[in-house]
């Protein structure tokens, strides 16, 4: 702080003083900003009013730089696998008493369960939502005191990851200059040594996800949470009749009655699995029995065979037997079941 003070030489005799204060200065003041105080002495001499005299002491108000990092959703970002463009939103508040710039960059953690792919950062549009139309940034230009700007991170996910894999990142925000509009200043440092006339710079930012207090960077923590399905198919067929015994110990004989069972189960805690597509070529051997037809979203009888609870659904055309079944849940399994007479 500068301080300048004069006062003028009293004369003798008996003087009252009165001091003129300036209201407190509230935490926020800007930076640069000059305060005065001034003090007034009245007096008399010889019961006649002598000129007043007036003491000014003046300083200005050195930079306090602060800012924050928060995540604004929800504790985790949940994602499936092969998603692109997943988002975190974060808020970025600059509580400094001065506009400053803010460098930003999107790190991932070490140690978690995988690395999303193609991050960038975004500066929100007004509607908390990535449509692609956002503009990629590396840095806030200009952020003035108190004001708020909210930023995507975003990300793809690759398709090989599975249910329940955590990707961590952390978005930090580092202080920089913001003397020059358009571009980025340099990284802002405290002022050493002695207090001095010019307009000193304090960091006074706290210790984020992985920096410390009063380094002029600050981070906060996100993720990104894998929900997908866990499916497990299973394969089996058994003999129904032949040609010879009938349905009493049938053997896979020509003219016998195959019945083909495919059992999709999906593990508890998954993700529930749509749009379930099966499609069974026939081997030339067998002829596809269109009697019967084909029976979809049955049970399974817990040795991998269907119970003979489906419904008739599916399609049989060029050799291939297909059908779609109803979304499969957590912890649940549906089948698909048909018959083919061995040639």
């Given at each position: 702080?500068?301080?300048r003070s ?7 005799g ?44 003046s ?10 990092v ?36 999107a ?8 690395n ?38 975003v ?9 329940g894999e ?11 200059e ?7 200043g ?14 000193e ?25 894998v ?6 198919v ?27 069972c ?36 049955g ?21 291939t ?14 089948t698909l079941?048909?018959?083919a007479?061995?040639?």
């Amino acid at each position: 702080m500068n301080r300048r003070s004069t006062l003028a030489a009293l004369a003798a005799g008996t003087a009252m003083v009165a001091l003129q204060t300036a209201p407190a200065v509230a935490e926020g003041t800007t930076a640069g900003t000059t305060i005065t105080n001034t003090a007034t002495v009245d007096y008399r001499v010889g019961g006649v009013d002598q000129t007043e005299i007036v003491a000014s002491d003046s300083f200005d108000v050195d930079r306090k730089v602060n800012f924050l990092v928060t995540r604004v959703s929800a504790p985790t970002t949940t994602v499936v696998p092969g998603q692109t463009n997943a988002v975190i939103a974060f808020d970025v508040t600059n509580l400094s008493n001065a506009a400053i710039d803010l460098a930003l960059a999107a790190a991932q953690v070490s140690g978690d369960d995988f690395n999303v792919n193609n991050v960038a950062i975004y500066l929100d549009d007004g509607n908390g939502t990535f449509e692609g139309t956002e503009t990629a940034i590396t840095y806030l230009d200009e952020i003035a005191e108190d004001a708020t700007v909210r930023v995507l991170v975003v990300a793809d996910v690759a398709l090989t990851h599975n249910n329940g894999e955590i990707a961590d990142l952390v978005l930090s925000a580092t202080a920089r200059e913001g003397a020059t509009p358009g571009a980025a200043g340099s990284v802002i440092a405290s002022s050493s040594g002695a207090n001095s006339a010019a307009v000193e710079t304090v960091l006074a930012d706290g210790a984020g996800a992985d920096d410390g207090a009063s380094d002029g960077v600050f981070g906060a923590s996100g993720s990104y949470t894998v929900s997908a399905a866990t499916l497990e198919v299973t394969k089996t067929s058994r003999v129904i009749s032949d040609t010879v015994n009938a349905a009493t110990n049938p053997k896979a004989i020509p003219g016998a009655t195959i019945e083909y069972c495919v059992l999709v189960d999906n593990a508890p805690g998954s993700a529930t699995a749509t749009n379930v597509t099966i499609t069974d070529p026939l081997p030339g051997d067998l002829t596809f029995d269109s009697t019967f037809g084909i029976r979809i979203n049955g049970t399974g009888d817990g040795a991998g065979n269907c119970n003979q609870d489906g419904t008739a659904g599916g399609s049989f055309s060029a050799g291939t037997v297909s059908g779609t079944l109803s979304d499969i849940a957590a912890g649940e399994a549906r089948t698909l079941y048909f018959r083919a007479t061995i040639n």
